[in-house]
């Protein structure tokens, strides 16, 4: 089945150390988007990516680095210099481009916390 | 970016129609009106969009006033299994980008 696929569900990160997580999309879409959702909070946006090599930084992206060296891949690093890490993490992907029905599709979201 | 004001929460009885309320009075003429719904413990899905008319699709209707000040989803059936929360969100023609408020918690009652 097409989709996102975010691994893994849960995530422990100890002090100081970076953690990597994985995002992996087999729609074809060319843009990739990283959120972080604190509890009973809004989506909050990471950074964004509109095509391969090429990435922006969203509306809180410092202690996090993403690359995006394939498609289908948009993997996210939370630094040992994101201070306050625990929370859900949501990868999306689109079609990208201007289109107005630039539907964003979601995968199941990975939740990390901090020993 | 214009922003959008939703009742924090809302209850509906089961097999009864829900109205969703969403205020934006600052939308710009070219925002368009998008509403995403997350169930509990999963990513958000897309619910419905529109401009200026109102929209249908399998899912939902969206109602959008005729200023465009404000617009209610409406779910014409709700069962056990629309319960979530419901994001009223204007997207720009030409931004990628989609800014989640902390939307609607709906609360379907047996």
């Known amino acids: 089945d097409g989709g996102i696929t975010q691994s893994p569900k849960y995530l422990f990160r100890k002090e100081g150390q970076n953690v990597t997580l994985s995002c992996e999309q087999n729609?074809?879409?060319?843009?990739m988007y990283w959120y972080r959702q604190d509890p009973g909070q809004g989506l909050r946006l990471i950074y964004y990516s509109q095509i391969v090599n090429d990435f922006q930084k969203g509306d809180i992206a410092e202690g996090y680095s993403v690359s995006r060296e394939k498609k289908e891949s948009f993997p996210l690093t939370v630094t040992s210099a994101q201070k306050n890490p625990t929370a859900f993490y949501l990868c999306?992907?689109?079609?990208?481009?201007?289109?107005?029905?630039?539907?964003?599709?979601f995968g199941a979201g990975t939740r990390l916390s901090v020993l | 970016d214009a922003k959008t004001t939703q009742p924090n929460s809302m209850e509906s009885n089961e097999e009864e129609p829900v109205h969703l309320p969403c205020n934006h009075s600052?939308?710009?003429?070219?925002?368009?009106i998008h509403w995403y719904r997350q169930l509990p413990s999963q990513g958000p899905e897309y619910v419905i969009h529109g401009l200026t008319s109102n929209v249908n699709n399998r899912m939902a209707s969206l109602a959008i006033a005729e200023d465009r000040k404000s617009s209610t989803l409406i779910l014409h059936r709700a069962t056990l299994r629309d319960a979530a929360v419901y994001y009223c969100?204007?997207?720009?023609?030409?931004?990628?980008?989609?800014?989640f408020g902390t939307g609607t918690r709906l609360t379907i009652i047996p």
């Open positions: 600052t939308i710009s003429g070219t925002d368009y």
């Open positions: 729609l074809n879409h060319d843009a």
């Open positions: 969100i204007l997207r720009d023609f030409g931004n990628e980008k989609l800014t």
């Open positions: 999306a992907s689109s079609i990208g481009g201007t289109l107005v029905k630039n539907i964003q599709y």
